[in-house]
């Protein structure tokens, strides 16, 4: 797979590469194939969005036994079509290889107008911490579905943020080009695992004020069973939103919708390099990364 | 993985994405862990040597089992640091996953001077046909391996060019950057397979002298055991060879050796859509791509 990207002088390319692996990732026993397409490429192009830049150009590298050549394919190839129309971008490479399961990797290229992308290197003590739209919704999908309750009707519209979710890409460049976000990242292994990354790349600690947490709303019904909202909150993978920070004096300027996304102010870096949550009533206790992590014991 | 490019106005970049999967592209029972992490670098740099392009970044994803995180990690770190060196590009992203198996992808980023870089597809009738090297060494090697002769003493010195196979890169930016080659492809997938997929794309095809292939030599107790060195210049794959094209015009400023490497003229490109080889004696008999094929049972 080889491709030529266009000289775009006053742009920089950024490149993001992601495994999708049968297994690891995804089930084909449990997954439709149009969400695993449409998710390969997804995943891939988060990461874009949390530097500020505009998908362009993705390979794709798929690897799969020879008896899903057929309908399990077209099923994947619609998703992975759906997904470029949606975040603009257009293959321009690929392989395929016969395997024992299905493995995806996905290159995707996009360009910035910034000279200096946004990382999630910049956060600095006494920036405010931000995260886009709620976040549990896509740890509460994989739950139904591991669960068995993925074919309750009354369940189907709870799938759709792990099914099919949307990386944050116009959320993404405003922040970036008006310079309003000092560090960023998308919420893929889960915010509490992604808030540690953010701070231990900015060498930096964080107070969460757990209250102001925006976390995905589930039925009474569904905490019956044993769902809670808060866990799938601070742990839960996926959800592909925005964990970003904002210099004091800029906070003025995040308004709390932006193009339909809620935009929440959630705590503030310290120099202090602890993570920990604030309680309404003011205490503290530690938080740890307990999100997707490939070599804990699950 | 993520990465940003630093903008190269006067260059294209270019991209290449390969997968390198235990079972299927290496075999960890059989494959020193040093070799297959410089394969790994080595496969995907190759097909940058074809576009005339120099290798500068690469982001390694890497998927395996637990039990392969210690020794065998270090020996593949060690491969992949080699080929780094060698190739003189720089690894500046990276995920590691665990998985049931070793899977690896490669995304190698390169940059080319060239406007409009060398691609398979620019054959045209009457250009002549050259290979770089010698066909055969690599399938040769990977024979021993397989028919467990390895590590007979003898034959150690065979293994080399399978197990550690060196990108023309120097050969390939000198080709592109004089305009000598109007088309050109690694030889991945083995002789006929590529010179099948270079005719493919430049829509032509071509005759084949066969007697002048540059064939990998064996030694007499090999052929007595029933290595056929024809069979595996025609068909073995992973010499990672040059094989282009040149105008007739151009063909007195192809030199017979470039820095030390034998570049041999084969044969020529037709318009008639067909691959053939011609004997000594004249007759010509169809070249069929019998070289490595992922979809076909081999």
Known sequence: VIAALPAR???VWVVSSDFFLEGVHFLTHAHPPVAIGYKAL??????????????????????????????????FLRGVARATRQFGSRLIGGDIARYTAVAINVTVLGATRMATPVTRSGARPGDLVYVSGAVGAAQLGLELILRGQANHRRWQALL???????????????????????????????????????????KVGARIDSEKLPIVRIPASLTRKGFDAFTLGLH????????????RRAAERIPRLYRGVKLT???????????VLVSADGRTKPLAPRGWDHFRQR
């Open 9 to 11: 002088p006053a742009q």
């Open 265 to 275: 102010r959630i705590g503030q870096i310290t120099r202090r390099q602890s993570i």
């Open 160 to 202: 759709q943020r792990h099914l099919y979710p949307a990386p944050r890409l116009d959320l993404g460049r405003w922040l970036s080009s008006h310079r309003l976000a000092s560090s960023m990242i998308d919420t893929s292994d889960g915010f509490s695992t992604d808030l540690h990354n953010l701070c231990r790349a900015s």
């Open 42 to 75: 997804a995943r891939a192009t988060s990461d874009l969005a949390a530097m500020g830049a505009t998908p362009r150009f993705f390979l794709l590298n798929l690897a799969l036994p020879p008896f899903r050549a057929g309908r399990w394919l077209n099923g």
């Open 236 to 247: 839960g993978g996926e959800d592909y939103e925005l964990l970003f920070t904002v210099p």
